[in-house]
Structures are given as structure tokens and as C-alpha cells.
């Protein structure tokens, strides 16, 4: 099957490139646009973020945002197989609800239960992802992002037009493996010379039925069980189209409203345990979401900023498998969020942030199968930060803050307002020279959420926020020239959470509570390097390194036999992989070939770290090859994707196990 797919692509190049030489006379008038090569300005950042971004994050062997975050290090992604499969992500060991994911500036929320599946989100309309330790190093910010342990941004496309430009149109069809059908299309306007139109929608089909191997070792060396099947109910139909209105004035001045809605059905895979094959559980999702955002500047020293949002998320979890408890469950989440923020520049040297945020979020809960309907919860949150920024000339950057932090839970539980602080710091030696030591400290809580506190037969209402406190330490180096581009960064993290939420058994079969009582340690180190060179005959050679070494353990209880133990699923190493080399023709053509590697070591999948726990390492070669083409008027590209080229048998997730080699094939147009 991958000879076939080479076979078309290289006959499509071939047909391409011969069509291209016929016409070239009839293009003549075709024009390229002269590119030079310039060393980059200094880094300003105080905590330097990972970043994809344009071409980059494109040239991925990545379908979801999910599988782009795979390349950030320090990254461990809970991931439960095929294209449907929900997705989440944990930073430096921290757990999902200590990472907040923005949108185009805006936190995603998700009061039920702290979580944001990032499979739902597509590259094919993402401009950048970036991933902040700690929390962005602008001070300009709302005020809840200065309460999470990690910040992750999504930015969505903007548009660009070149004069007498009114209209950009593109369209995408991507097809592949496991019935994998996902056209896509977009529409840019320019409505007047400082206000345009956005316009972006997808479909998402595949059946999601693989072929798996099922194969168990017991300590003894004997061999459980070794047979192969399909996985079952692992199908999805998914629907996303998105509009953005961008407004730009004087200067200084912008406005932007986006709406966003998300709709899909899809099956539930469920584990492979004790030879049950096929589960009968369906999950339906509608997430639908209207955010705006003004920005301005006073005086060239004053900055406001006013962020709204109205979401409106529904969900609906059926199960009718006869093994497993029935359940047929509709939850329905409102959110409403208002953040307004301000920044004096009193000095050139000195600057001052405040910003005040409030959201307010309602969950409905009908469990139609234990005969609980119609249960209503809410919550208003309160955040209230201020920040001070100095820089030191060229030499030291220091950036100190605080956020107080206040939640009324349902029946007007009000908690006590909670301050945490950040301390971050620069220094350069040598300002001339892109050579940084960055450090910080930094608090944050994680409140419980709904399903923590509420959820039947689970829920604590008493349960006390978690609290992080976080210490990190980074050497950071970068040189650019017109012949090579170097980026490399290591830092050494030492993170410590207490009060961890976990779920412990009341005592009956079936009956679990939710209680304060793990404490967690987390050392690690990250080390990555991005490497661009920038040979003759117009080929640039570029490459990404990432490496982790985390060691997360429980130190709740030195009575427990997990006392020390490596907490579940964070492995001691990990690291991929990515390397480019691209080639530009005269006229513009671009022919490229992309390889990727990702390694995750071995860990335990159960707090006890015992052979019967052990889960074994992974890792997966990916390819891809590219072209891109002038048919003018228009842009083409074609894409053929081979993940996982040597088909091994792993699982992210214990007894959810996830693809062999599979094929994605993408034809682009761009007008």
C-alpha cells in the first residue's frame, strides 16, 4: 500500500513539475518576491516558550493540535487511541487541570471536570502553538493567566492580503487509513482597507478500526495470551467552522470577535481487558463558544485590554454495555468571562500591570439510568492580579506578581481569598550575545472541580485546593546568521504539590470519595535545541531535539508501599526528533522531506511500581514528503504522511492500544 501512495505522489510531482515547464511562458509575468536572511533580534522573553509555528507546524506528521504538542519537552499526553480518541495534556508531571489552554487568548474552560481534550482541535486552521512554563513573560495579561502551572496558546490564522488582495480562498482534502476522510476549506475577506473576514469549517470521518495486537507477559516469562484483533466502536463525526471578524485602527487600536462551534459523535473504545473486545459506549459533544477582544494604547504609556465570552458546551455519555454499568448522562455547561486589564509604562525601565477577572459557570447534570434529573450546579470565580516589570538595560530582567483568587461553589460555599506569587528573573552577561539565565518561582492552585466536588457517590464538597509550588532554572543560548540559525535551552524544574485530590474507597464495593491526601515531588530536566542551516543551491536543513528526564514520586505517606514510588504513567525519559530538508526551486516551488522520532521510557500505570504495573517503552519513525507548486493563479501542495512506519505495538495508556503503521494523504489549494 505505501509503494501505491510513493507511486501517485511521484507521478503527481512528475505530471506537475512537466505542466509547470509548458507554462511557464505563459506565466512570464510571474514575479518572486526577493528573501534575505537576517539575524534575529535579541530574545526578550524572560521565560523563553516552546513554539510551532506557519510552515513548521504544518510540515508535521500531526492531525490534531494534540499530536503537535508530542514535540514540546516535558510533555506527557494522555492519549486513547485513533482518530477519536480523547486527548489531554500534562505539563512537568503536574496532572491536566494545572495546565490551561487559551484560544486565541482566552482560557478554554471546563468546570465538570478541569479537562480540555485537545484531539478536537485541527492544525489546518492554526497559526502558532507555544507552551509556557509557569506563565507568559508579558505582564500584560488577564488576570487568571498568571494562576496556572503551565499556559498553553493556540492562535488561530489571521489574514494577510497584499495590495489590490480582496479575497483568500483555500481548500484541503486529507484521506488516509482507517476510512480517514477530512476535507477542510477557508475564506478570508477584506472587507474594507482595516476590517476583514474570516471563515474556516471541517469534517472529520474515519471508522477508527485498526488492527491491534493483544500480548501479555506474566513475571514468570510465560506468555498470557498473544493474539490479534480489529479495534471496535472507535469511530468519529466530527464538525468544526469557525468566523473571525478583525478590526485594526490608527495604530495602536484593534478589536476582534471570533465564534466557534464544535460538534461530533463518536464511539468510546474502552480498554482491552479479560477479552472483551468491542465496548458499547457513545459520547456526543457540542461545544460552542463568542469571544471578543479590544485593545488599545494611551499616550504611549498606557495599555487596556477587554476580553468577553459566552460558551455553551453540551455532552451526552451512553452506555448500555450489559459488563459495565449502564449509563445514560447529559451534562450541559455555561460559562460566561470578563477579564479587563491595564499597563503603565512609568519608566522606560519600569512597567505596572492590574487586571481584574471574573467568570461565572453552571453545570446541569440528568443521569436518566440512576434517576437523578435536572441537578444544577454553579460557581463564581474572582481573580484579581497585579504585576511589576523592570528591566536592568540590556542586562536584567525582573518580572514579580500576585493573584488573589476567590471561588463561591453552589450553595454559597465561599472559599478564602488565596494569594499566590511568581518571581521571575533574566539575566544576560553579555548584551550583545544571546545568552540568558532565566529562573522563577511560582505559585498556583488547582480548585476542585464539579465532578470532584458533586459527583454521585464521589463527590467531597469539603475537598481543599491542590497547591503547586514550582522552581525552575534555565540556560538558554541562541545565534542567528544569514548561514544558520541555533536555538539550545536546559533547565532543571523542581516542583512539589500537596493537597493532591485522588479517590479513595469508602468501603463499599462501588462507593469512592474524593479526599485531600497525596503529596507529590517532581524533579526533572528539559534540554531542547532548534537548528536551521541554510545550504547552497537553496536547500535548508532544519532540525528540533527535545529531551526529558522527569523523576515524579509520592511522598504522601512513608507507611504506604508506594512510599517513593514513581507516580503513574510519568516515565524517567523521553524525547524526540524532528529533522527537515527543504528545496526551493527559482520559480518558488518548494520540495521537501520531513522525518520524526518520539521516545517515551518505560513507567508504571499503577502507584505500586511492581512487575505486574511495568509498562513497557515506545517509540515511532514517522515520514513525510512534500511539494508545493505556483499554478497561478493559484498555490497547490501535496502531502503524503507514513506514521509509525515500523509498526510497533504500543499503548500510551495501558490496554488502550493505539495505531500501527497507517498512511494520511493531503492535496492543499490556496487562492
Known sequence: MIKRYLFIFFAFCALSAFAQSEADSLYND????????????????????????????????????????????????????????????????????????????????NAQNGQVDLGRFSLDNMEEIQLFNGQKSDIFQSAREFG??????????????????????????????????????????????????????????????????????????????????????????????????????????????????????????GAIVNNVWKNGERLWDRNTFVQAQWQDEWFNRWSTRLLLKYANDYTHYQNYDIKLLPSNNEYLQQEAYLSFANKVQLFNWWDLSVAYDYQYNTLKRDEWVSGVTDERFDRHSHWLSAATAFNVKEYLRLQASALMTQITNHKSQITNPKITPGIFASFRPYPKIDLSLNAFYKQSYRYPTFNDLYYTDLGNANLRPELARQHSIELAYRKAT??????????????????????????????????????????????????????PLRFVLRSRLGYTYQKAIDVTNPNDTYYGHQIPYIPWHSG?????????????????????????????????????????????????????????PCRLKANIEINNLLGQDYEVIQNYPMPKQNVRCTVALKY
Open 30 to 109: 510571474f514575479h518572486i518576491q526577493e528573501v534575505e536572511v537576517t539575524a534575529r533580534a535579541l530574545t526578550k522573553d524572560v521565560i523563553v516558550p516552546q513554539t510551532l509555528k506557519g510552515e513548521e507546524l504544518q510540515r508535521l506528521n500531526a492531525l490534531s493540535v494534540a499530536d503537535a504538542l508530542r514535540y514540546f519537552s516535558g510533555v506527557q499526553l494522555k492519549d486513547y487511541g485513533g482518530v477519536g480518541g480523547i486527548k489531554t495534556i500534562n505539563v512537568r508531571s503536574m496532572g491536566s487541570q494545572h495546565t490551561a489552554v487559551y484560544y486565541n487568548g482566552i482560557q478554554l474552560g
Open 148 to 269: 496556572a502551572a503551565g499556559n498553553v496558546y493556540l492562535t488561530t490564522r489571521k489574514p494577510y492580503f497584499h495590495p489590490n488582495e480582496k479575497v483568500h480562498v483555500h481548500a484541503q482534502m486529507r484521506a488516509g487509513s482507517f476510512a480517514l476522510a477530512n476535507p477542510n476549506v477557508g475564506v478570508d475577506i477584506k472587507l474594507t482597507d482595516a476590517l476583514s473576514l474570516t471563515l474556516d469549517a471541517e469534517y472529520v470521518y474515519s471508522d477508527g478500526k485498526y488492527p491491534f495486537r493483544y500480548r501479555r507477559v506474566l513475571p514468570t516469562g510465560e506468555v498470557a495470551y498473544d493474539t490479534t484483533a480489529i479495534r471496535q466502536n472507535g469511530d468519529v463525526n466530527a464538525v468544526r467552522a469557525e468566523i473571525g471578524l478583525h478590526h485594526y485602527y490608527r495604530t495602536t487600536g484593534f478589536w476582534r470577535v471570533h465564534a466557534y462551534n464544535y460538534y461530533s459523535e463518536r464511539g468510546v473504545p
Open 482 to 535: 544569514k548561514a544558520y540559525d541555533l536555538a539550545f535551552s536546559a533547565s532543571y524544574y523542581y516542583n512539589r504539590v500537596t493537597d493532591k485530590i485522588i479517590a479513595y474507597p469508602k468501603g463499599q464495593q462501588f462507593r469512592w470519595t474524593m479526599l485531600n491526601l497525596g503529596t507529590v515531588k517532581i524533579n526533572g530536566v528539559d534540554a531542547k535545541a532548534d537548528m536551521s542551516f541554510y545550504l
Open 576 to 632: 524526540s526528533v524532528v529533522a527537515e530538508l527543504d528545496w526551493t526551486s527559482k520559480r518558488g516551488d518548494h520540495y521537501g522531506f520531513s522525518y520524526s522520532f518520539i521516545y517515551v521510557g518505560e513507567r508504571y500505570s499503577q502507584q505500586e511500581n511492581t512487575i505486574y504495573n511495568y509498562v513497557q517503552p515506545w517509540y515511532t519513525h514517522d515520514l513525510s514528503i512534500y511539494g508545493e507548486w505556483n499554478v497561478q
